[in-house]
C-alpha cells in the first residue's frame, strides 16, 4: 500500500509500504494492505511504518489518519522522520522547539497588526 505523510505544504514522505501504525484518540492500532478502510484522528506520538522488511519511525504532531483501498494519507501540522527512537528523540526536541519559536513569533507578529488596526479603527471613530 502507499503511505502519504503530508505536512502544510508538501509531501513529507511519499513510499511504498507493507504495514503502518499509529496512535490514536482510541488507541494505538495497524493497518496492513487488506485491512478495511479506516479513519482515526491521531494523538501527538510515534508513527511506524515498515517498507521493504525494514521498520521507519516518525514524530507526528496529532493528525489525521485515513486508509481507503490501498492508500494512506496521514495529514499532520508538523512530522520528523527518524531511523531510531532514540536519534528520533533528540530531532524532535530540536524541531519542536524551533517550531515553537517560529509560532511565538508568529503570534507576537499578528498582535501588532491586530493592535495597529485597533489604533486607527479608535482614530478614525475619533475623527468622526
Given amino acids: 500500500m502507499r ?35 479506516y479513519v482515526a484522528i491521531l494523538e501527538p506520538g510515534i508513527l511506524t511504518y515498515e517498507a521493504e522488511g525494514t521498520e521507519h519511525v516518525v514524530a507526528v504532531d496529532g493528525g489525521t489518519f485515513v486508509k481507503v483501498g490501498d492508500e494512506v494519507r496521514v495529514s499532520t501540522r508538523a512530522a520528523v522522520p527518524g531511523d531510531r527512537l532514540e536519534e528520533l528523540e533528540r530531532t524532535i526536541r530540536e524541531s519542536f522547539r524551533r517550531l515553537g519559536a517560529e509560532e511565538r513569533d508568529a503570534r507576537a507578529a499578528l498582535a501588532r497588526i491586530e493592535s495597529h488596526v485597533l489604533q486607527e479603527m ?6 468622526t
Avoid at 511519499?14 to 478495511?36: I, M
Fill in 3 to 37: 503511505l502519504k505523510l503530508m505536512v502544510p505544504h508538501e509531501v513529507a514522505l511519499d513510499e511504498q509500504v507493507t504495514k503502518v501504525a499509529a496512535e490514536g484518540r482510541h488507541g494505538s492500532f495497524a493497518v496492513l494492505p487488506r485491512h478495511v478502510d
Fill in 122 to 127: 479608535y482614530a478614525f471613530e475619533e475623527g
